[in-house]
């Protein structure tokens, strides 16, 4: 009976050896994020992509990311980590073999069938195909320019143009709007920064200071004070904005924040032209009050909450080039590229009021600064206005 039992097992043992191995015994996956919402997905995911990917041998997760809210951040933190940029993003997404091979939208049949039967693949490679876009397909290889085809173009296309091209990609962006993003943030942080709201506020209040008798070393202290807190709220609400536009993703972002750049230079570029134009990009009056009520008791407390308040009423004066910027970050970043970018933006933003404060703790100095921001602002205006005009043009063009 023992020799029969031990036969029996070896026997089953050795059936279940030779047996063919099933989908979930080979290792591979596709995690789906998909739209409970969208019928078309629906019928991609349970119709062409199921059968594809079971003639692989390839499992396949579903995560609606509408009714499991968690499920969205997983997408956005797997997009980030993996660094797909959010121009080829979609609202449907699969993932396969933890990454190595990321369909946004629904590539056409062919493509994906011979990515999933090919050895020789790059690291990474993405596939981009939305709809109204066109029936083709988009290819990146997460080096290099990314490469648009027909529909009926075979992937082996692209895989042959980027193996013997591989070498020359060591310096390439994916286009060009992201090489020119950090001397637009750069200089239209400096150029915001240039306004006279924050300056006026400042100079008037180290006038004061000087006014009352306050030691040069007091005055220093308190207008650094100032300025790190406008530097930290405007950091702050810019974060929260940024973080906003994170959850609403598109290429139209960057377009949109172009045009909103453009749209603000005209504004104040008019309103320098023309002193009687019904917009005014400055901080309301009723905020001008409450801000000297804090500057006239001229303590460091109070010091904290006038660059506090000033960073956040300044949104009227400068907010527009800012959010302008956050709408291109939105486009053209992931979310902590766009926190680095959003940092170098507000140290360019508040350069120029540490230089006004170098230059004021002489009071001579400080005086005929004073005297020239009254005389020139409207004349400020108006060249800021142009150049923020002219850096939004340029920077819809990129993003077109």
């Known amino acids: 009976m023992k020799k029969i039992l031990l036969i029996s097992s070896l026997l089953i043992a050795l059936i279940l050896f030779v047996m063919p191995v099933n989908?979930?015994?080979?290792g591979r996956q596709?995690?789906?994020?998909?739209?409970?919402?969208?019928?078309?997905?629906?019928?991609?995911?349970n119709g062409e992509l199921q059968e594809i990917l079971q003639a692989n041998q390839v499992e396949m997760v579903r995560k609606d990311y509408i009714n499991q809210r968690e499920n969205r951040k997983e997408l956005n933190q797997k997009n980030d980590s993996l660094g797909v940029p959010l121009e080829l993003q979609s609202h449907l997404v699969t993932f396969i073999d933890e990454g190595r091979i990321i369909l946004q939208g629904e590539p056409p049949r062919h493509v994906v069938e011979d990515l999933l039967s090919t050895q020789n693949l790059p690291v990474r490679i993405l596939i981009y195909s939305e709809e109204g876009e066109g029936d083709g397909y988009k290819a990146w290889a997460y080096s290099g320019p990314v490469q648009s085809y027909g529909p009926n173009e075979p992937i082996t296309t692209y895989l042959i143009w980027f193996e013997a091209n591989q070498a020359s990609f060591e310096n390439v962006s994916i286009d060009g709007t992201k090489s020119k993003l950090l001397p637009a943030v750069l200089l239209t942080g400096l150029i915001d920064g240039i306004n006279p709201c924050a300056m006026a506020i400042?100079?008037?209040?180290?006038?004061?200071?000087?006014?009352?008798?306050k030691r040069r070393a007091a005055i220093a202290r308190m207008g650094l004070v100032y300025i790190a807190c406008v530097y930290i709220v405007y950091f702050l609400v810019g974060l929260g904005l940024l973080r906003a536009t994170s959850l609403v993703q598109g290429h139209w972002l960057g377009q949109l924040g172009a045009a909103l750049l453009i749209l603000f230079g005209v504004t104040n570029l008019l309103g320098a032209v023309f002193p009687k134009f019904p917009?005014?990009?400055?901080?309301?009056?009723?905020?001008?009050?409450?801000l000297k009520n804090w500057m006239y008791r001229a303590t460091l407390p109070a010091t904290i909450v006038l660059g506090t308040l000033m960073g956040l009423e300044s949104f009227p004066c400068s907010g527009g080039p800012y959010v302008a910027i956050l709408?291109?970050?939105g486009s053209q970043t992931s979310f902590w590229e766009g926190f680095g970018y959003l940092a170098l933006y507000n140290l360019m933003f508040i350069m120029p009021l540490v230089i006004i404060l170098i230059l004021a703790l002489n009071p001579v100095m400080g005086a005929k600064i004073q005297a020239w921001e009254r005389s020139s602002s409207h004349k400020v205006r108006g060249i800021t206005g142009g150049v923020m005009a002219l850096i939004g043009l340029a920077l819809l063009i990129w993003v077109l």
């Open 23 to 26: 989908a979930d015994n080979t």
């Open 30 to 45: 596709a995690v789906v994020y998909y739209n409970e919402a969208c019928d078309e997905c629906a019928i991609y995911i």
């Open 327 to 329: 709408g291109l970050l």
């Open 279 to 290: 917009i005014r990009l400055e901080v309301p009056e009723i905020g001008k009050e409450g």
């Open 202 to 213: 400042l100079l008037f209040f180290i006038t004061f200071l000087f006014t009352i008798r």
